[in-house]
């Protein structure tokens, strides 16, 4: 079954400190990849996608085949970083449906 | 462009009442998804619908609930006979005519609360 894991309910780091929020995936074809954030009091984001390959905020993620992971990486966190994030998957080729992991709240310390 | 439009933003109903959850797509967008957000969990996917056509209900359950998006108005989400267990926050998304690529643009959510 087509799953997405994020295993951390909660990282906590204090400013300045590297980041990875952790994300695995379980599907068999070639998915899409993303990264949402949700910031307090604030609707969820696309923060971003594996085929872009871009940085945003700082924040990088490498699509691993070998490992189905997706993890989100930021060498030097601030505070304003501090929000909920959520790995998701979409299948390739069919209706745009988007599978989400559990969550990672992250939590950064001055 | 004032993004994803849901409403209410709260609900709260008896048990065996009638929900019904309103979205509104950005101006231009003629797909929609809904998803549903049970405490502690993420989001999972109940329905995408394009206009007056369902295209993959597969997340949706069986019974009690229905979704419709019209020519003309915003996409309902509707709850009958609601349950405690329907408690949730409920989000909607859009994107624009061509689904592959494009970006889902989220909502603020229903938080559906059922006494």
């Known amino acids: 079954a087509q799953r997405v894991t994020q295993p951390e309910k909660l990282l906590s780091v204090f400013k300045g400190a590297p980041v990875e929020l952790k994300c695995n995936y379980s599907?068999?074809?070639?998915?899409?990849l993303f990264w949402y954030v949700q910031y307090s009091r604030q609707r969820l984001q696309l923060l971003l996608r594996?085929?872009s390959r871009e940085s945003i905020k700082g924040f990088t993620a490498d699509l691993n085949k070998g490992e189905t992971s997706f993890h989100l990486k930021k060498p030097f966190a601030q505070e304003e970083d501090s929000a909920m994030y959520y790995c998701?998957?979409?299948?390739?080729?069919?209706?745009?449906?988007?599978?989400f992991g559990q969550g990672t709240t992250l939590q950064v310390k001055p | 462009n004032a993004g994803v439009m849901q409403n209410p933003r709260h609900l709260v109903r008896r048990r065996g009442q009638e929900a019904r959850l309103r979205c509104s797509p950005m101006?231009?967008?003629?797909?929609v998804y809904w998803y549903r957000q049970l405490p502690e969990e993420g989001l999972k996917f109940m329905v995408y619908?394009?206009?007056?056509?369902?295209?993959?209900e597969s997340g949706m359950p069986k019974e009690r609930f229905s979704a419709e998006f019209p020519k003309e108005g915003p996409s309902i989400l509707r709850i009958q006979q609601v349950v405690r267990g329907d408690s949730a926050a409920y989000f909607c998304?859009?994107?624009?005519?061509?689904?592959?690529?494009?970006?889902?643009?989220f909502g603020p959510g229903t938080r559906l609360t059922v006494l």
């Open positions: 599907y068999s074809g070639s998915p899409e």
């Open positions: 619908l394009q206009k007056e056509n369902i295209i993959d």
């Open positions: 101006k231009g967008h003629s797909h």
């Open positions: 594996h085929i």
């Open positions: 998304a859009s994107s624009p005519i061509k689904t592959q690529g494009h970006e889902q643009f």
């Open positions: 998701a998957l979409r299948f390739s080729g069919n209706t745009g449906k988007l599978i």
